[in-house]
Every structure is written in structure tokens, then in C-alpha cells.
């Protein structure tokens, strides 16, 4: 089955302490993606990745870090996690199409934060 | 910059009534415009698309209509179920995104609920 996978689905951590949310396609895209979702505001794109070792910032990219040494995985790394980075995370992934557009990306099932 | 305003919610309807979310957009050039829909404590799937102007996208019974001239693309369906209970995001892709940057650009979302 095609899919996005995240883990953990819920995490409960302290201020200071790093984490990593994990991400992984089966489905052989080039392009891959995180967003968060916070009330009122959508969602948020964070850092993307065009392909293995290809990674940019997004539009909320502070206090994040990602890497892409496989293309498969895509893990999202919070080195001091702060309150503010309680929210809900989405990965994407999809192939890239470059300017055309008319493509499909696909979600994984969230991962819900929560900084103390 | 790219953005997209979406009906505020939450909108709770009766079974079989008419629904309309209204989705308007700002962007340069022509963007591909999208709804997806998130079920509770699911990920993000795609519900429709179009990507240029008078195109319809229709999937589930939804419809939405690409509207150059209004900039708008909003959601319909005739007759609702209590299983369309969901969250809408209206969401584009701008043709002239950062190269390699396949970001979607997403409204607030709109909660709807169906009560029997």
C-alpha cells in the first residue's frame, strides 16, 4: 500500500529536550515536505527536500532541522524544543513534476506535539 | 505572496442539505488550486482538483469550479452525509513557486459537521 508514515503519532516532551519525528515513503518520490497545523492558521510549510541531500527552508523554519541521506526518509529534528512548537506536524511527499502542477501529495497521519 | 481565504467555521448542517464553502485565492500567474479534506485523526487526502481556469474538479460528490476571474474556487455538494463530517482545506500551488518547491499554500480550514 502507497503511504507516508510518521512516528510517533502523539509525543509529550519537555522544554530543552530534543526529539525526532520520523517520516518514511514507499513510493519513490523525489520531493518530500513538512508542514505544522496550528488553529487559524493552516497549514504551515516547514522545510522541504527536492531529493537525497537537496533540503531548504520553508516558511516557518526556526527552531527545525531535517536531513535526507535516504530517499525514503525525511526526519524532522527539534534540538531545544520550546512551547511554541506544540502543534500538529504533517508530512508530504509527492514526485516532482517540476512547473506543471497537476499532482497529487500525498499526507502522512500527523504527529501531535506537545512542549511542557 | 500566495494566500488563500477560506470560509471561517465551523458550519454544522442537516443531513441531505446543500453545501457551500467558499475558498478565494491571491496569487501571480495561474495556480493550481486543490480541497482537501482531514477525518478526524487522519492526515490530509486529496478531495479535488483543477489546475486552470473553468476546469471543474469533482470527486465523492464535490465540486468546485477554477474561477480566474473571481479568483475563487469554492466547494459544493447537493446532498450531505453525516460521513462528509470532516475539515475542508482549500489549497493552491503557484506556477511560479521557488524553483524545485512543490508548496501548497493552504486556507484556515472550515470544520463541518452533519447531524442526522
Known amino acids: 500500500e502507497a503511504q507516508v508514515t510518521q512516528n510517533p503519532r502523539y509525543l509529550i516532551t519537555v522544554t530543552g529536550k530534543k526529539l525526532t519525528v520520523t517520516c518514511s515513503q514507499n513510493m519513490n518520490h523525489e520531493y518530500m515536505s513538512w508542514y505544522r497545523q496550528d488553529p487559524g492558521l493552516g497549514l504551515r510549510q516547514i522545510y522541504y527536500?527536492?531529493?537525497?541531500?537537496?533540503?531548504d527552508k520553508g516558511d516557518v523554519p526556526e527552531g527545525y532541522k531535517v536531513s535526507r541521506k535516504e530517499k525514503r526518509n525525511f526526519p524532522l529534528i527539534l534540538e531545544s524544543p520550546s512551547p511554541n512548537q506544540t502543534s500538529l506536524y504533517f508530512c508530504a511527499s509527492t514526485p516532482f513534476y517540476g512547473a506543471s502542477g497537476s499532482y497529487e501529495q500525498f499526507f502522512g497521519p500527523g504527529t501531535r506535539l506537545t512542549v511542557l | 505572496g500566495d494566500s488563500v481565504t477560506q470560509m471561517e467555521g465551523p458550519v454544522t448542517l442537516s443531513e441531505e442539505a446543500f453545501l457551500t464553502i467558499n475558498c478565494t485565492y491571491t496569487a501571480t500567474g495561474y495556480p493550481s488550486l486543490f480541497w482537501y479534506v482531514q477525518y478526524p485523526g487522519e492526515g490530509l487526502q486529496l478531495l479535488l482538483k483543477?489546475?486552470?481556469?473553468?476546469d471543474k474538479g469533482s470527486n465523492k460528490g464535490f465540486e468546485a469550479t477554477y474561477r480566474k476571474e473571481t479568483t475563487s474556487f469554492h466547494l459544493e455538494k447537493g446532498s450531505v452525509q453525516v460521513s462528509d463530517s470532516a475539515v475542508y482545506f482549500c489549497?493552491?500551488?503557484?506556477?511560479?513557486?521557488?524553483?524545485?518547491?512543490?508548496?501548497?499554500?493552504f486556507g484556515t480550514g472550515t470544520r463541518l459537521t452533519i447531524i442526522p
Open positions: 483543477a489546475t486552470k481556469a473553468d
Open positions: 489549497a493552491l500551488r503557484g506556477p511560479l513557486s521557488n524553483f524545485g518547491n512543490e508548496k501548497l499554500t
Open positions: 527536500s527536492m531529493n537525497v541531500e537537496v533540503t
